[in-house]
């Protein structure tokens, strides 16, 4: 539980920010480069130039400038004042001026550390320093920041002597970050301790990494880059040589459609407008990875069951290659070795609050959050690629294995996560935490009750999918389940349809939200079909509809009577005065705060999609700022950021306990995504390990009592979806 009434004192506070440079002819020249290396490595070789820094939010900004950019300094070289601080300091992206200035101050814990880009985050402010700034008024850096930090920060980059205007211009430069992180910590709310507490929590998971197999991204690497080299030919050869690049996505567009037009069920996935325009049908059309991705549903789908035209056929074989071939997921085993640091780990994924308007994590690097879920097929299959992979497969032999190449390195990257000598992965995947999560805020109790009952016997009880199968189309879902239990085929198309309901319609979506939804399970949905879904599962679950207009109420009621708290099930809206601006704070059930800033009436404008210069329609609708600018509010996002904060907030707290038992000490956090904890433990430990671990997750604290939680712990020495 938050108290809201503990902070750190701004008295005790130190506001710091250092411009490094990196050493020359490193072994690996992607680490003179922190954009392209982690944290870790960088910092290895790297070194303060510049260190600027303030006491207090209204202290004067101080400078300490390198006599000699081009070696690290000596202690005894800084500034006495910083090395004798006991407090805290304070810096954007603390992770990286902790690791730079580690061996220059007296501050090697992570609890001496604040992280301002986390205060931002708090505040649901953007998560860039200028623009976090800008949003508190203050006006933004000097625009050749990128050329002076190009000139200086390099290695072999210039020195002092040689261009003295060009660095007498970065000092000032410089002094900026401290003075706009000061006007954050002024121009916004201060963040509880309990808050600090638990971004130290990610920093120690941070700072210990994830393992992985060397050889693995090595080979998978190797693979990527050959691919990569193929593309364009394997592009050429499908189209027929009307498409010679993954980049030439207008062609891409118009090669597509001339070959799904005449498919109603394909064709709506990318259409955005369509008229009748001089007798003649016109179309705005648009093919970016969402479209892509349902679309490749659909096709998929239809060569499964009806099949395909050459043409059709065709289309598909391209979208294959444009959704994997031309992502970044195949080049993330090239990432992997570019970040690891000295012991071989993937340190500094994780971002802290990274989803701003919910306080859920966000990845970096590597970026566990995307890794897609489905498995490359049995775990057997699963182990027999990594060995190929290990053994540095010939780019044919793997492609004959696993069909297509791009797909098949994307479905591998999961399994790369592998512990190291003599130790296993151990983790824990709560259980529908969102689906349960939501009727919880509802106190939806007859809800919940079904959960409750599929904890208590899961072999006898049919799923939460069955059930919502049977709700939605008037069936009995025990009779569902002995289908089920004999694979039926209609039972399990049902129980599908069940499950992309139940995670798709709970925030209010409609059907293009089933729709994006069962694209990413291999799925299409017609558009009739879809909107008849959704109104089936709208039908059966009235609770969630009721709790959707409850919610819009209490916040609309709020922003209308400024002090005046308004409950919604189990959160409670409240306006505040801050400044000139309205800021709207939902109270989560352990008490944190999620902000909508400047929450007020705009002009919401609709263009003629055919002609931008013609408005169709003006609107005035209730709106916020948020991390990326102004968003337009409707009950569905505060329904989606109240159920995703609420889970967020058990993961947070689980960590927390986690890492404050030293019994628990054999069992460290090493990763995490939304709804899973992963230890790395020795082998003896094991089965304690997945003990304890399922103990921790359905522990219930006083503040989310009665939410009946559910976790299935695996155990395997790679980190992987085909494991039961």
């Known amino acids: ?6 902070y750190i004192p701004t008295s005790d506070i130190c506001y710091i920010d250092s411009e490094t440079r990196s050493a020359p002819d490193q072994e690996d020249p992607r680490w003179e480069n922190v954009t392209l290396t982690s944290t870790d490595r960088y910092s290895d070789n790297a070194w303060p130039i510049i260190i600027t820094w303030a006491f207090d939010v ?39 001026d902790r690791k730079i200035l580690r061996g220059c101050l007296e501050a090697p814990d992570t609890d001496q550390w604040l992280d301002m880009m986390a205060h931002a985050a708090y505040n649901n402010m953007p998560l860039g320093l200028d623009r976090a700034a800008k949003s508190c008024g203050l006006v933004g850096k000097n625009t050749s920041g990128k050329t002076l930090i190009k000139m200086f920060c390099t290695p072999n980059g210039a020195t002092t002597e040689e261009e003295p205007d060009a660095w007498r211009e970065f000092c000032d430069y410089a002094d900026v970050d401290v003075e706009q992180m000061q006007a954050v910590a002024k121009g916004s709310m201060p963040v509880p301790y309990t808050i600090w507490q638990e971004l130290w929590v990610s920093e120690r998971i941070n700072d210990r990494g994830l393992p992985f197999d060397r050889s693995m991204a090595m080979g998978g690497a190797a693979i990527a ?21 993954p980049k030439q996505f207008v062609r891409h567009r118009a090669w597509v459609w001339e070959r799904v037009r005449g498919n109603p069920f394909l064709a709506q996935h990318m259409i955005v407008a369509h008229r009748v325009h001089e007798g003649e ?23 499964e069951t009806t099949g395909l035209t050459d043409g059709e056929y065709d289309a598909m074989l391209l979208l294959i290659e444009r959704e994997y071939g031309a992502s970044a997921a195949p080049a993330k085993f090239t990432k992997m070795l570019a970040m690891a640091n000295k012991d071989g780990r993937l340190t500094g994924q994780y971002v802290f609050s990274g989803a701003t308007q919910t306080g859920r994590y966000s990845s970096r690097g590597v970026q566990l959050h995307n890794m897609t879920n489905r498995p490359i097929g049995s775990v057997e299959f699963e182990e027999d690629t990594c060995f190929m992979l290990i053994d540095g497969v010939d780019i044919d032999v793997f492609a004959e294995a696993v069909g297509n190449v791009g797909r098949g390195l994307s479905l591998m990257i999961r399994p790369a996560i592998t512990a190291g000598e003599g130790k296993v992965l151990v983790w824990g995947d709560w259980a529908n935490v ?24 899961p072999d006898n009880t049919p799923d939460v999918y069955l059930q919502a ?26 129980r599908q349809k ?58 609309v009621n709020a922003v209308q009577k400024v002090g005046t708290p308004f409950e919604a099930g ?7 005065h801050v400044g000139n601006e309205v800021w709207v704070a939902c109270y989560l059930p352990d008490n944190r705060p999620l902000f909508y800033r400047n929450v007020r009436e705009r002009v919401s404008i609709e263009y003629d999609p055919f002609d931008a210069d013609v408005v169709l329609s003006r609107a005035s609708k209730l709106s916020f700022e948020g991390e990326a600018g102004i968003k337009y509010l409707w009950k569905g996002i505060l329904v989606e950021n109240i159920t995703q904060a609420a889970c967020a907030s058990i993961l947070r707290e689980t960590l927390g306990r986690l890492d404050a038992d030293p019994m628990l000490d054999f069992m460290p956090v090493v990763g995490h995504t939304h709804d899973e904890i992963i230890l790395e433990v020795d082998e003896m430990y094991a089965d304690a390990a997945e003990t304890e671990l399922g103990k921790a997750m359905l522990h219930a604290p006083a503040w989310h009592d009665g939410l009946p939680l559910g976790a299935d712990i695996s155990v395997n020495k790679w980190y992987s979806k085909a494991i039961d």
């Not at 729709?515 to 679950?541: H, K, L, P, T």
């Open 1 to 6: 539980m938050h108290d809201l009434t503990e």
């Open 58 to 96: 209204d202290g004067p900004v101080q400078r300490w400038e390198s006599q000699d950019i081009t070696r690290p300094p000596t202690r005894d070289e800084l500034p006495a004042e910083l090395l004798a601080w006991d407090g805290y300091f304070a810096a954007w992206n603390s992770g990286f």
């Open 225 to 245: 880059d050959q691919y990569a080299a193929r593309l364009s030919a394997v592009m050429t050869e499908i189209t027929k040589g009307a498409i010679t690049t």
């Open 281 to 303: 049908d016109e179309y705005v059309l648009k093919m970016d990875r969402p479209r892509i991705t349902k679309l490749l549903a659909a096709l998929e789908t239809l060569n």
């Open 434 to 457: 969102e689906a349960r999560g939501l009727p919880w805020l509802a106190k939806a109790e007859e809800r919940l009750d079904v959960f409750r009952a599929i904890d208590a016997d």
């Open 469 to 494: 199968a049977a709700g939605m189309y008037n069936l009995d879902a025990f009779e569902l389940l002995e289908g089920h239990k004999a694979k039926d085929a209609d039972v399990k198309g049902l």
């Open 498 to 555: 069940g499950k992309i309901a139940e995670l798709a319609l709970g925030f209010a979506g409609g059907a293009g939200a089933l729709q994006s939804m069962a694209a990413n399970y291999g799925m299409s949905f017609g558009q009739e079909e879809a909107q008849d879904i959704v109104n089936r599962w709208r039908a059966a679950n009235e609770w969630a509809t009721d709790f959707w207009d409850e919610v819009w109420n209490a916040f």
């Open 570 to 576: 189990r959160v409670t809206y409240e306006a505040m």
